[in-house]
């Protein structure tokens, strides 16, 4: 099993829509989960970091679930400028080692 | 905003020869990292460094890359003699700690190596 697993993509949708991203993780002693952006080329950007309560920050919804080490982002209202590849990443049990996802490639069309 | 900040943006290298990739971490953070992605795959991690040492490191940080910080603020990856597969980008990233939520590690605009 992958270290991290996300949705291949890509996705194609129309602005305003909404539109959610899929994750597991198979180091059941991870402790950090994030979720980064990264547009073509570009570095890596973090989007947000992914509490057990789940969290919300505007139009981004993130979800956690450790006993099925799930995890999830919701983006709502979909804009042009959410078009990247979302990436999701954790810690893999390690302090210091981030261990990323392939990445889902979002394209908003207008 | 501080940022991470790489230089070179681009590197062109003969097979063999050394490169020297240079960063300069956001300056009230402790932990300094490497990570690598090829053309087409996922971001890699390399190497974590704190307080003048190697924290950990990958299978693929071996005895050809090293890591240094030379002074106060530059963070150096060294690859002694490089080959066609190491093309690649070259992220540097920081964090301020690795504990909490202050663990959300930060990358800079990364190198492009490219091995010929």
């Known amino acids: 099993r992958k270290e991290v697993e996300q949705d291949p993509g890509p996705f194609n949708v129309p602005e305003g829509a909404t539109v959610a991203f899929n994750c597991t993780y198979s180091n059941s002693a991870s402790q950090s989960f994030f979720w980064y952006r990264q547009d073509c080329r570009k570095e890596p950007k973090l989007l947000m970091s992914v509490y057990s309560s789940g969290n919300e920050d505007g139009r981004f919804t993130a979800q956690l679930n450790r006993a099925s080490q799930y995890i999830s982002l919701l983006i709502r209202d979909s804009k042009l400028s959410d078009s990247a590849t979302y990436l999701c990443v954790v810690n893999g049990g390690s302090n210091y080692k981030l261990t990323f996802g392939k990445g889902t490639l979002l394209t908003v069309n207008p | 905003e501080p940022e991470v900040t790489q230089t070179p943006s681009h590197q062109v290298t003969q097979m063999g020869q050394e490169v020297i990739l240079r960063c300069v971490p956001i300056?009230?953070?402790?932990?300094f990292y490497w990570y690598r992605q090829i053309l087409g795959q996922k971001v890699e991690f390399l190497v974590s460094f704190y307080n003048n040492e190697i924290s950990e490191k990958s299978e693929i940080f071996d005895d050809q890359f090293s890591v240094e910080r030379p002074d106060g603020s530059n963070f150096t990856l060294k690859i002694r003699s490089t080959k066609l597969e190491d093309s690649a980008m070259y992220f540097c990233a920081s964090s301020e700690v690795v504990w909490a939520a202050s663990y959300e590690q930060y990358f800079g605009p990364g190198t492009r190596l490219t091995v010929t």
């Open positions: 300056s009230n953070h402790l932990y």
